[in-house]
């Protein structure tokens, strides 16, 4: 058990800098922005978006465009695709070596299939966002 | 090693799950789940279970918090004003509490299973991830095929439903 754990840690070291240094980085950047910050007084109106001009007049949110939706949605469905990859990239090699090919035009069928979805799409023109 | 990052995942859970409730801004509140559900993943890690724990970051963290923000988006939900705490209020739900965790405490703990500590899973050396891959794509060809194409309907209808003037 202690061995197995050791190996663990060690293959998940590199993920533990990275959280690590992700961190690190956000906390660096609000120290800073926070004492140097610190320079001038602070008023109610420093803190506000706009020093001068006009009062914003609308409402602080504003509506949000069907278009997310459309964004969303497809990023879901893409992402299932990637769940199945997943398992699919992990066992490839060792597939190939002990069943043959199948495995590959399995995915290809797959993503063919989703390949179309995509194409339809972009044909569509859900990927403009100007429009 | 392992128990030690059982009760820091388990700890920050909860604590995440705290601030989905206490914090009053929505959008704070989703990212607080965001957070509950990675550290519910880190314990499916440490519970070998490899292929559920990225499904939940995947699915649960990316896929339908999309949703979570997009009805925070759709419903224009603004940040919650503070409310007076009513004291009366504040202890009888804190009866009503107090009476349903001691219901729950002796409900569960006069069952024999919550003592018993599960069998580890045999695993022959080979990761959850391989198993369901090799699962996958030596029985489960075909109704692969067919969830891509449930897909792709289900792309067809998301366009079709979201834009009124297509070309």
Known sequence: MGKWW????EEYLPALVHVVVGIGFAVVALLTNFLLGRAGARSKAK???????MLPAIEEQPRFSV??????MLFILFDIEVVFMYPWAVVFREYL?????????????FIGILLVAFLYALRKGAMEWSR | MQLAIFWIFSVLMLLFAGLVV???NPVASALSLVMCFICLAGLYFTLDAFFIGIIQILVYAGAVMVLFLF??????????????LKLSAFFGGGLVLCGFVYAMVKAVINLPEVWQTAPKLETG??????????KLFETYNMPLQIVGVILLVATIGVVFLSSRQLR
């Not at chain 1, 278009?67 to 969303?72: E, I």
């Not at chain 2, 050396?125 to 090799?134: H, K, P, Q």
Request: hydrophobic share 50%.
């Open chain 1, 6 to 9: 050791g190996v663990m840690l």
């Open chain 2, 22 to 24: 206490v914090m009053r």
């Open chain 1, 47 to 53: 803190d506000t978006p706009y020093e001068c001009g």
């Open chain 1, 97 to 109: 070596e002990r069943e043959g090919v199948l495995i590959f035009w399995s995915m290809m069928g």
């Open chain 2, 71 to 84: 009805i925070i988006m759709l419903l224009n939900l603004k940040e919650e004003v503070a409310r007076r």
């Open chain 1, 67 to 72: 278009k997310f939706y459309l964004v969303a």
């Open chain 2, 125 to 134: 050396g080979i990761s959850d991830v391989a198993r369901i891959g090799f």
